[in-house]
């Protein structure tokens, strides 16, 4: 079935450093794709999303590029803030047999960003 | 902006008791769905809901589980005696469109005790 791997966290860094947390899927067909994120106490929110290969999606100073080729979409940011300690999720749309949809996550990478 | 709107936050509750999740979803949305996340772990997808009757099932959503929306607004998640094993936070979510952004909600923390 479809599935997303994560890097696994917990990931620790300084203000003002480069972030990339990994994520690889195994899907049939070309899936959408997206990353989301959880501040603490929150629910879940969506960051950005790309919907077809070489789609790059950005939002707040982070990008992804869906890249068929390596089956990735890894999450950059090139200076992080205190602000954006959260857990980040990366998901895919998944489709069944009967045609419903729905999101399948991957594990979450915690981000913790000290000043 | 709208919202999905989740309550209680916070549920407490004895084994074998049965609970009721609310939510409202968006108004124009037509898709919905219960996720679960277990404290410290992945976020587990639960069912989907559309056009009155679920579209699909996980493993997790046995005979226990059952989900409703009784009027134009609400879709809850009902457990009819809950497990020490269903402690989580459980999510709402909502969308206009298949194949689009789900709209989460900001949750309800189910503990049984």
């Known amino acids: 079935g479809n599935s997303v791997t994560q890097m696994e966290g917990p990931v620790t860094l300084s203000e003002e450093a480069f972030l990339t947390i990994n994520c690889t899927y195994t899907?049939?067909?070309?899936?959408?794709l997206f990353w989301y994120v959880q501040y603490p106490g929150e629910g879940l929110q969506l960051l950005l999303k790309?919907?077809?290969?070489?789609d790059k999606g950005s939002n707040k100073g982070f990008e992804a590029t869906y890249r068929k080729e390596t089956t990735s979409f890894h999450l950059e940011k090139g200076s992080v803030q205190v602000s954006d300690s959260a857990v980040y999720f990366c998901?895919?749309?998944?489709?069944?047999?009967?045609?419903?949809?729905?999101?399948?996550f991957g594990k979450g990478t915690k981000l913790t960003v000290n000043p | 902006e709208p919202e999905v709107t989740q309550t209680p936050s916070h549920q407490v509750t004895q084994m074998g008791q049965e609970v009721i999740l609310r939510c409202v979803p968006i108004?124009?949305?037509?898709?919905f769905y219960w996720y679960r996340q277990i404290l410290g772990q992945k976020v587990e997808f639960l069912v989907s809901?559309?056009?009155?009757?679920?579209?699909?099932k996980s493993e997790i959503f046995d005979d226990q589980f059952s989900v409703e929306r009784p009027d134009g607004s609400n879709f809850t998640l009902k457990i009819r005696s809950t497990k020490l094993e269903d402690s989580a936070m459980y999510f709402c979510?909502?969308?206009?469109?298949?194949?689009?952004?789900?709209?989460f909600g900001n949750g309800t923390r189910l503990t049984v005790t």
């Open positions: 809901f559309y056009n009155n009757e679920i579209s699909e």
């Open positions: 108004s124009n949305h037509l898709y």
């Open positions: 998901a895919l749309i998944s489709t069944s047999q009967g045609g419903s949809e729905k999101l399948v």
């Open positions: 899907a049939t067909g070309y899936p959408s």
């Open positions: 979510a909502s969308t206009r469109f298949p194949n689009s952004p789900l709209h």
């Open positions: 790309a919907t077809k290969a070489d």
